[in-house]
């Protein structure tokens, strides 16, 4: 940061730190502690698919990488396209294996990162549910290197519970870098892995 960025008052944003994401699972004992929400062992990464062979290539890495574990019993990645025409990863894992479900999704990141696919990579997510089958995602904004809670309401169309996520964003605040800007906590309507 300059010197006038700091006499006007201006702040840099977090920078992409793929580190982060290692601390879903000390947030997860946060969440089933606080309020009984259990990962449902579904997590998925959220990028802008580029047109080219470079691009193909590194994305089939990145499933192969994933589907490694096909032959012992794992569950092969999933791949899907949203309305909107961002592209999906969804990985699965056993419910109580969450370190393992943060570990593909960490290298699916690092992999699109480390080959110059890093401005493509928009987010990451890993899913919850509680008792009373609410939804609840913790999102990983990968250039802002924040997390935000999103909690779809159930049933209820496109419309989120904010109390819920600002339940949870006082909850998790010690376990996870929260994104302090609410306006940056983006819908994930449909999301795979939620």
Known sequence: ?????????????????LDQLFGLPSAAVTLQAA???????????CFAAVEGGAFAQVQ??????????????????EASRDSYGYSWLLARHSPDDLPSLVNDLHAVNSELEANGFGPQLLCSLVGFRDAEGRALALVYLFKRGTFYPFAPVQGGGEKRDSALELQ????????LRIEPDLSRWFPVWGAPGL
């Not at 890495?61 to 990645?77: H, I, Y």
């Open 1 to 17: 940061m300059g010197f006038l960025d700091a006499l006007l008052g201006r702040r840099r944003a977090a920078r992409p730190d």
């Open 35 to 45: 309020a009984g929400f259990l990962p449902t062992g579904a997590g998925s990464v």
């Open 60 to 77: 089939q890495q990145v499933r192969e990488l994933l589907d490694a574990d096909t032959a012992q019993g794992g569950a092969p990645v």
């Open 168 to 175: 949870v964003k006082a909850m998790i605040g010690d376990d």
